[in-house]
């Protein structure tokens, strides 16, 4: 897809972060692009830099992890605009340090809800209408996380390890349509996911950590994945971390294990 001028695209998780600047960045392309994000505030902020550079957009309020929601955000985008070109599954939790007996399964069922069933839900109800267009795109956010074990991180890397597996299997399933699907691995970010995450014990450590590692800016994430759906790649690494990670993991899952290992070790002594 070389020309997003006029495009009609669907950016969840778009309150702030990768989804606030995609949405920026598409929105100079000349997008119309429809938002959303169950925090208000964010997603009224994103509003507002999109229309401060003369950009289209249009705001929702939607939990991705209600199915509800999603399914009258849908409607209500079908019955103004009639079709969309591009569904940017963006939208994304994350929980802290915890090991699988610790972690409460409401909040591992939340999770869930929101990394997985929000991009298969979405993606079920707008397939229909992208299938129907001159070309489309589906783009959805895995992780690193989605290719290598991260230990105290089993709710997380389920989700991402599950959209990894969802949008790599419809994207040979959709082979031959007009609908090119896309799977994104972010490395680490410069965003408020970790901030904004569930958190057990030793949050600000985490977050501190984190902070460390994430050594790419949503800017340039943003633009590698908008750069991705131009080329209809089939998955794209965001960030040089992710593609060593995705290196290592191919060359060697072993020497990749022993490294997050070694890790995790000297995460807990300085815990």
Known sequence: MKDFNDKIIVVTGAGSGMGRTLALQLAQRGAMVLLSDINAIGLAETEQLVQQQHG?????????????QIAAFVKSV????????????????????????????????????????????HTKLFLPILLTRPEAAIVNTSSVFGLFPVPSQVPYCVSKYAVRGFT??????????????????????KTNIVNNGIHYKDGDKVKEEFDKVAITSAEKAATIII????????????GPDA?????????????????????????????
């Open 56 to 68: 289209r957009c249009k705001s929702y309020k939607v939990d991705v992890g209600d199915k509800t």
């Open 78 to 121: 079908l019955d103004e605009f009639k079709y969309i070109d591009v569904l940017i599954n963006n939208a994304g939790m994350a929980i802290g340090k915890a090991t699988f007996d610790e972690i409460p399964m409401d909040d591992f069922e939340r999770l869930i809800n929101v990394n997985l069933w929000g991009v298969i839900y």
């Open 168 to 189: 790599e299997t419809l994207r040979v399933e959709l082979s031959g349509t007009n609908v090119a699907v896309t799977c994104v691995h972010p490395g680490g970010i």
């Open 227 to 238: 750069r991705a759906i131009e080329k209809k790649a089939k998955r794209v690494m965001v």
């Open 243 to 271: 593609k060593l990670i995705r290196f290592v993991s191919q060359l060697s899952p072993n020497l990749l294990d022993a490294f997050v290992l070694k890790r995790q070790q000297k995460m807990n002594t300085n815990l």
